[in-house]
């Protein structure tokens, strides 16, 4: 039993050290749909389109162990659009997972995978205030029941973290041995606030977003060496 269990630790640690390891890097395009509402009172136009339902981004991938890869992926969704008084203001939600993934080839060049990994996140609103009004202010009562009052005379920017959690199963299809098609279809788990927001060291509300379970799927072009 004893020999058995040191013959699996010295073949687990042998084939990392032997092994050949593999760098890639993906280009990503992720399609989702969060519920990012907009009422009367908000400030901030109803987002649509690209820049609710669309993920752009990146992916990097470092291959440890034959049949088994650790990534990072980072993902964004951006918004750019003036608020109901017309001043420019843009919305960054940021999602960054680090994940572990496993594989293996039903054909040559035909591969399944299956990853799994936390991910830490971020959003951010930013208001390009040029004069001296409530911007803000009209921005912050939109989201919180009770009256805010943090006159801005210039830009400023409220952002927030959250945690969460990502899995996916996905088929790669090799063109070429350096160049490879990924489709992943998933769900991401986010455990957001909306009332952790942060805006010059205080803690505010922030916009109401539909985004605690959510199917998503993933287009990645895949360059490996």
Request: charged share 15%; proline share 4%; with cysteine.
């Amino acid at each position: 039993m004893f020999q058995n269990r040191y013959l699996f630790i010295f073949s687990f640690f042998a084939g990392i050290l032997f092994s050949q390891p593999k760098m890639s890097i993906g280009m990503d395009l992720g399609y989702y749909k969060p519920v990012i509402p907009s009422s009367n009172e908000n400030q901030i136009p109803l987002a649509s389109g690209f820049s609710k339902d669309f993920l752009p981004g990146f992916s990097l991938y470092y291959q440890f162990f034959p049949g088994a890869r650790v990534g990072f992926a980072h993902s964004f969704s951006y918004q750019s659009d003036k608020t109901k008084s017309g001043t420019p203001f843009s919305r960054i939600l940021s999602y960054r997972m680090f994940q572990i993934e496993t594989y293996y080839f039903s054909k040559e060049r035909l591969e399944w995978n299956f990853s799994l990994g936390p991910i830490w996140n971020k959003g951010s609103i930013n208001i390009d205030v040029e004069v001296d009004v409530s911007e803000w202010d009209n921005v912050l009562s939109g989201f919180s029941d009770g009256d805010v009052s943090i006159a801005v005379a210039n830009s400023g920017k409220m952002t927030t973290s959250w945690f969460g959690f990502a899995s996916f199963i996905g088929l790669r299809y090799y063109v070429r041995s350096w160049c490879a098609v990924d489709i992943k279809t998933g769900f991401m788990n986010n455990y957001y606030d909306h009332e952790s927001w942060k805006f010059r060291g205080k803690t505010v509300t922030g916009p109401v977003m539909n985004i605690d379970a959510l199917p998503i799927v993933t287009v990645k072009v895949i360059f490996g060496w």
